[in-house]
């Protein structure tokens, strides 16, 4: 017989993706709980790779296809090339509103997460330009 020791809060993952930015064009990034899931979303963490400042939103809709906005959970106004900002503590010197965290989630409700267009730019790539902190519940 084994024993296998379970968190009743269930399982934390962190989900790490690569961003890129494109000479003026904007980018937006879809994160959607999965069937029978249900999320507390701990943190958002959000990179500005590009060479010029952007502004970006997290944006929380009822559903995949993004027809019932339910609430915009943090803005990044003028984010500085190579700047991050992070929800719920932020670390940098750009205007910015957020919601409270953690934040509870559903199966299929999805975070838009958009980097709008800066201007003519080099554009730029982060490994890890954008990383979701949550806790996974099976229901």
């Known amino acids: 017989m084994s024993m296998a020791w379970v968190f009743q809060g269930g399982k934390k993952n962190i ?3 690569s961003v890129t930015l494109v000479n003026n064009t904007a980018l937006v990034t879809d994160v959607t709980v999965g069937t029978g899931k249900r999320w507390l979303l701990i943190s958002v963490k959000i990179t500005n790779p590009d060479s010029v400042t952007r502004n970006c939103y ?5 559903e995949s296809a993004k027809t019932n906005l339910v609430t915009r959970l943090a803005d990044a106004t003028n984010l500085a090339s190579g700047a991050t900002f992070h929800v719920p503590s932020f670390q940098s010197t750009t205007s910015q509103t957020s919601a409270k965290m953690p934040f509870i989630m559903d199966a299929g409700e999805t975070l838009s997460i958009l980097w709008e267009a800066g201007g003519a730019s080099a554009g730029g790539v982060d490994a890890d330009g954008l990383v979701v902190e949550y806790m996974e519940i099976d229901l």
């Open 15 to 17: 989900a790490v993706t």
């Open 58 to 62: 997290i944006i929380h809709y009822k």
